[in-house]
C-alpha cells in the first residue's frame, strides 16, 4: 500500500523519484507566472489574484485526493509527513515570511523558477534567502526555547483540534477556497473598473 | 481552456495542475513538496567546506550535517534541483528564459535587487523558524490539514498584507 518505500527501489530510486517531482512542480510554477515578482506581489494590491487561486485550488485538490485515497484504503494516513504544529514560532515566521515576500517578491520555490529563467531579482533573492538561513543557524540559540516550545502542539490536525470527522474538515475547506475565488473575482473586477475609471480624465 | 491576456495559463488549472503533483508526491513519497529545507542543507554543505569545525558545534547545523552525516544526501536536496530544471524548462519553450529583471514601474534595477536580497534575508530567516516556507508549510501542510500549517499560511498573507501599503512604491 501506499506510500512506497523508496529505499527499495535501489540507489537511484529517491532521487530520481525527487527530481522528476522537482521539475514538475517547477513546470507549473512558472506556468503560473509566478517566474515574475510582478506577478506574486500583484496578489497584494488586488489587481491580480493569481497566488490566491493556484495556492487554494492546489491544497483542495491535493487534500480531497489525499484524503479520498486514505478513505479508500489505498494510502495509509499513517505514514504521511504531517508538519507538526507549533504556533508561535510557526506565526512570527510567517508575518515575518509575508513581510519578506512582499519586500523581496518572492518565495524560496518561485524564486527558485525566476533564477532558472535568469531573472537577476530572482538570483538575488535566492542569495538572501541562503544568507538568512545561515544568519539563523548562528542566531537562534537564544531564542530556542520560544522556537521549539512555544504553542508546540506536535502532530495536530485541524479536524482533531475541532473535534470532528475529517470529511467534515475536507468540506469546510472546499467551501472557504470556493468562497474565497467568489471573493477574489469580484475584488479583480472591482480593480479593473477602477482602473479603467482612473485612466478616463 | 483560454490563457491569461499576460500569457501565463489559467490560475486555476495551473491550481489542479500544482494539486495532482502533490497528491502524487504524498502518494508515492509519504510527504509534500518542498524548497526551503533543500536550500538549507545547500548553506550547511557549503559551511562544511569553509569550517567543517563550526558545523558540528552549532547545533542547528549539526542536526542537518554534523559528523559524518551528507548535508546534500536529502531528497530536499534533490527537489530542488528539479524544480530550477522545470522553471528553466518552461521557461524555454514559453520564450521566457531570457536575462532580465522584475521590477516595479518606479525602481531601478540596483534598487530592485538590493530589496530582492534583504525580501530573501527576512525570508531565509523567517523559514527556519516557521520549519517550512510556502512550499512544505502552506502548501504541504495545507493539503494533509496540519493546524500549525493552516496558521503559518493564513500569517504570511497577513504580514504581507500589512506592509503593502508603506512599501507600494516597491510595486506600483
Redesign the interface.
Given at each position: 500500500m501506499a506510500p512506497f518505500d523508496l529505499a527499495a527501489w535501489g540507489r537511484w530510486g529517491e532521487p530520481v523519484v525527487h527530481v522528476v517531482l522537482g521539475v514538475l512542480f517547477g513546470f507549473v510554477l512558472e506556468r503560473a507566472g509566478f517566474g515574475s515578482a510582478k506577478k506574486l506581489s500583484a496578489q497584494f494590491y488586488l489587481g491580480d489574484m493569481a497566488v490566491l487561486k493556484v495556492m487554494f485550488t492546489g491544497i483542495i485538490t491535493a487534500m480531497l485526493l489525499v484524503y479520498w485515497t486514505v478513505g479508500a484504503g489505498a494510502l495509509d494516513f499513517e505514514r504521511l509527513w504531517v508538519n507538526p504544529t507549533y504556533l508561535g514560532s510557526g506565526i512570527l515566521g510567517g508575518l515575518l515570511f509575508g513581510v519578506g515576500f512582499l519586500v523581496g517578491g518572492y518565495c524560496p520555490g518561485t524564486a527558485l523558477v525566476s533564477m532558472a529563467t535568469l531573472k537577476l531579482d530572482g538570483l538575488f533573492f535566492v542569495l538572501g534567502v541562503l544568507g538568512g538561513i545561515g544568519i539563523f543557524g548562528f542566531s537562534i540559540a537564544p531564542l530556542d526555547h520560544f522556537w521549539n516550545h512555544s504553542g508546540a502542539y506536535g502532530t495536530l490536525t485541524l479536524f482533531d483540534w475541532l473535534e470532528v470527522s475529517p470529511p467534515v474538515v475536507v468540506l469546510l475547506a472546499v467551501l472557504m477556497a470556493l468562497g474565497m475565488f467568489v471573493g477574489g473575482e469580484a475584488v479583480e473586477r472591482w480593480m479593473k473598473r477602477r482602473g479603467a475609471a482612473e485612466v478616463k480624465p | 481552456m483560454k490563457r491569461?491576456e499576460?500569457?501565463?495559463?489559467n490560475?486555476?488549472l495551473?491550481?489542479?495542475?500544482?494539486?495532482?503533483?502533490?497528491?502524487?508526491?504524498?502518494?508515492?513519497?509519504?510527504?509534500?513538496?518542498g524548497?526551503?529545507g533543500g536550500?538549507?542543507r545547500?548553506?550547511?554543505a557549503?559551511?562544511k567546506v569553509v569550517a567543517p569545525g563550526t558545523v558540528d558545534t552549532?547545533?542547528?547545523?549539526a542536526n542537518l550535517g554534523g559528523g559524518d552525516k551528507a548535508a546534500l544526501s536529502h531528497?530536499?536536496v534533490?527537489?530542488?534541483?528539479?524544480?530550477?530544471?522545470?522553471?528553466?524548462?518552461?521557461?524555454l519553450l514559453?520564450g521566457?528564459?531570457?536575462?532580465?529583471?522584475?521590477?516595479?514601474p518606479r525602481l531601478s534595477?540596483r534598487a530592485?535587487?538590493v530589496?530582492?536580497?534583504?525580501?530573501?534575508?527576512?525570508?531565509?530567516?523567517?523559514?527556519?523558524?516557521?520549519?517550512?516556507?510556502?512550499?512544505?508549510?502552506?502548501?504541504?501542510?495545507?493539503?494533509?490539514?496540519?493546524?500549525?500549517?493552516?496558521?503559518?499560511?493564513?500569517?504570511?498573507?497577513?504580514?504581507?498584507?500589512?506592509?503593502?501599503y508603506p512599501?507600494?512604491k516597491?510595486?506600483?
Amino acid at each position: 500500500m501506499a506510500p512506497f518505500d523508496l529505499a527499495a527501489w535501489g540507489r537511484w530510486g529517491e532521487p530520481v523519484v525527487h527530481v522528476v517531482l522537482g521539475v514538475l512542480f517547477g513546470f507549473v510554477l512558472e506556468r503560473a507566472g509566478f517566474g515574475s515578482a510582478k506577478k506574486l506581489s500583484a496578489q497584494f494590491y488586488l489587481g491580480d489574484m493569481a497566488v490566491l487561486k493556484v495556492m487554494f485550488t492546489g491544497i483542495i485538490t491535493a487534500m480531497l485526493l489525499v484524503y479520498w485515497t486514505v478513505g479508500a484504503g489505498a494510502l495509509d494516513f499513517e505514514r504521511l509527513w504531517v508538519n507538526p504544529t507549533y504556533l508561535g514560532s510557526g506565526i512570527l515566521g510567517g508575518l515575518l515570511f509575508g513581510v519578506g515576500f512582499l519586500v523581496g517578491g518572492y518565495c524560496p520555490g518561485t524564486a527558485l523558477v525566476s533564477m532558472a529563467t535568469l531573472k537577476l531579482d530572482g538570483l538575488f533573492f535566492v542569495l538572501g534567502v541562503l544568507g538568512g538561513i545561515g544568519i539563523f543557524g548562528f542566531s537562534i540559540a537564544p531564542l530556542d526555547h520560544f522556537w521549539n516550545h512555544s504553542g508546540a502542539y506536535g502532530t495536530l490536525t485541524l479536524f482533531d483540534w475541532l473535534e470532528v470527522s475529517p470529511p467534515v474538515v475536507v468540506l469546510l475547506a472546499v467551501l472557504m477556497a470556493l468562497g474565497m475565488f467568489v471573493g477574489g473575482e469580484a475584488v479583480e473586477r472591482w480593480m479593473k473598473r477602477r482602473g479603467a475609471a482612473e485612466v478616463k480624465p | 481552456m483560454k490563457r491569461s491576456e499576460d500569457g501565463f495559463w489559467n490560475p486555476y488549472l495551473c491550481g489542479v495542475l500544482l494539486g495532482l503533483v502533490l497528491f502524487l508526491s504524498f502518494f508515492v513519497t509519504g510527504h509534500g513538496l518542498g524548497a526551503s529545507g533543500g536550500l538549507a542543507r545547500g548553506v550547511t554543505a557549503g559551511l562544511k567546506v569553509v569550517a567543517p569545525g563550526t558545523v558540528d558545534t552549532t547545533v542547528y547545523f549539526a542536526n542537518l550535517g554534523g559528523g559524518d552525516k551528507a548535508a546534500l544526501s536529502h531528497w530536499l536536496v534533490w527537489e530542488v534541483l528539479g524544480v530550477i530544471i522545470g522553471g528553466a524548462l518552461s521557461g524555454l519553450l514559453a520564450g521566457r528564459f531570457r536575462p532580465g529583471t522584475h521590477r516595479g514601474p518606479r525602481l531601478s534595477v540596483r534598487a530592485r535587487l538590493v530589496f530582492a536580497l534583504l525580501g530573501g534575508l527576512l525570508v531565509g530567516w523567517a523559514t527556519q523558524l516557521s520549519r517550512g516556507c510556502t512550499s512544505g508549510q502552506a502548501l504541504s501542510g495545507g493539503a494533509i490539514l496540519s493546524a500549525g500549517s493552516w496558521a503559518f499560511m493564513f500569517a504570511v498573507f497577513g504580514g504581507g498584507y500589512l506592509v503593502a501599503y508603506p512599501f507600494r512604491k516597491l510595486w506600483r
